[in-house]
DNA sequence: AAACAGGAACCAC
DNA sequence: GTGGTTCCTGTT
């Protein structure tokens, strides 16, 4: 990995890199602060905005120093993770060849816990789109506000704003009756009961087991913050697009989705959410148990 | 414009 | 612990 920063314009350029493709990272839902803006990928980081660009084993972030990329970005976009060895892994099972290829440059990105929390209670019986929606406005309402390039972007909200939110403000945030949870969990972290930071360091069942007591967090949930912001590889995160991919490919008795994850934590093991993410993404690709659309 | 999509809570038993 | 019901909002 080659590093070229240029303080003038901002712009760092990291060549050398394989196995890193914007589109399938910022759609394959596990982030939501990321947005094609006619250039590249604009997304709002911490109290960071950046625009990323690919081509040809290059990684150009523009608005990013040196300093911020081994602070941040190195870990964020999991830099120091050899996918081509997950890959190789994952291959050996011939049903993920296929959702591989049509996922390559997937990476599992190492967001913030807090933001994470939030953003997936949002998530329960809700759309990539309106998630998406849902958390920019919270960040509008909540959030300080950064300006870049003649743009204004909101930050995630920190946990005091939130525990103390008047949920009315929450509510017209679209956010529905998530609204309570999201205030009830700010509460719960404010505590100091859990401590999300400590979740990184403990075990992948304890730390479920805590975000367990979060309002609003249940088990596919919890998953999804422990696989994206908690570097719990394990976790397999089980909705209707991975239950329905999971029935299509491995046509297994999976009567409700807690049988779906056992079987993958058996079969997958500790890359199992790595193999979910490329399910996920081959799924919804697919359209997969959606019929044609209408014209 | 009624139907639909999408996880967790809650209350039975 | 399992089964059925309800929660909210944007899209079709």
Same mark, same amino acid.
């Given at each position: 990995?080659?590093?070229?920063?240029?303080?003038?314009? +901002?712009?760092?350029r990291?060549?050398g890199l394989?196995?890193?493709n914007?589109?399938?990272i910022?759609e394959?839902?596990?982030?939501?602060?990321?947005?094609?803006?006619?250039?590249?990928?604009?997304?709002?980081?911490?109290?960071?905005?950046?625009?990323?660009?690919?081509?040809?084993?290059?990684?150009?972030l523009?608005?990013a120093t040196?300093d911020?990329?081994n602070?941040?970005?190195?870990?964020?976009?999991?830099?120091?993770?050899?996918?081509?060895?997950?890959?190789?892994?994952?291959? &050996?099972?011939?049903?993920?060849?296929?959702?591989i290829?049509?996922?390559?440059?997937?990476?599992?990105?190492? /967001?913030?816990?807090w933001?994470?929390?939030?953003?997936?209670?949002?998530?329960?019986?809700?759309?990539?789109?309106r998630?998406?929606a849902?958390?920019?406005?919270?960040?509008?309402?909540?959030?300080?506000?950064?300006?870049?390039?003649?743009r204004?972007?909101?930050?995630?909200?920190?946990?005091?704003v939130?525990?103390?939110?008047d949920?009315?403000?929450l &509510?017209?945030?679209g956010? +529905?009756?998530?609204?309570?949870?999201i205030?009830?969990t700010? /509460?719960?972290?404010?505590s100091g009961?859990?401590?999300?930071?400590?979740?990184?360091?403990?075990?992948?069942e304890d730390?479920?087991? /805590?975000?367990?007591?979060?309002?609003g967090?249940?088990?596919?949930?919890?998953?999804?913050?422990?696989?994206?912001?908690?570097?719990?590889g394990?976790?397999?995160?089980?909705?209707?697009?991975?239950?329905?991919?999971?029935?299509?490919?491995y046509?297994?008795?999976?009567k409700?989705?807690?049988?779906?994850?056992?079987?993958a934590?058996n079969?997958? +093991?500790?890359?199992?959410?790595?193999?979910?993410?490329?399910?996920?993404?081959?799924?919804?690709e697919? /359209?997969?148990?959606?019929?044609?659309?209408k014209?």
């Amino acid at each position: 990995m080659l590093i070229e920063e240029n303080r003038d314009t +901002g712009v760092l350029r990291i060549e050398g890199l394989k196995n890193f493709n914007p589109k399938h990272i910022f759609e394959c839902g596990q982030a939501f602060r990321w947005n094609w803006d006619g250039q590249g990928y604009v997304g709002v980081v911490g109290d960071k905005v950046v625009r990323v660009l690919w081509e040809r084993s290059t990684l150009t972030l523009e608005n990013a120093t040196y300093d911020d990329f081994n602070i941040v970005w190195l870990d964020y976009f999991d830099l120091n993770t050899d996918y081509g060895r997950i890959i190789e892994k994952l291959s &050996r099972d011939p049903i993920l060849v296929e959702a591989i290829r049509h996922g390559w440059g997937i990476r599992i990105l190492n /967001q913030d816990p807090w933001e994470t929390l939030i953003s997936f209670i949002i998530s329960a019986r809700n759309g990539i789109d309106r998630i998406k929606a849902t958390v920019e406005r919270i960040s509008q309402k909540f959030g300080e506000k950064i300006s870049w390039a003649g743009r204004d972007y909101y930050k995630f909200p920190s946990i005091d704003v939130l525990a103390d939110a008047d949920e009315d403000e929450l &509510r017209s945030c679209g956010c +529905g009756y998530r609204g309570p949870y999201i205030k009830g969990t700010a /509460q719960l972290i404010r505590s100091g009961e859990i401590n999300l930071d400590a979740l990184k360091y403990m075990d992948y069942e304890d730390a479920k087991e /805590q975000l367990l007591a979060c309002p609003g967090v249940g088990p596919k949930v919890a998953d999804c913050i422990l696989l994206f912001s908690l570097r719990k590889g394990q976790a397999f995160p089980v909705d209707v697009w991975i239950g329905r991919i999971m029935e299509e490919l491995y046509s297994q008795e999976m009567k409700e989705f807690k049988d779906i994850r056992e079987f993958a934590e058996n079969r997958f +093991g500790d890359i199992a959410g790595y193999a979910q993410q490329y399910l996920f993404y081959y799924a919804r690709e697919k /359209q997969i148990g959606k019929a044609p659309s209408k014209r």
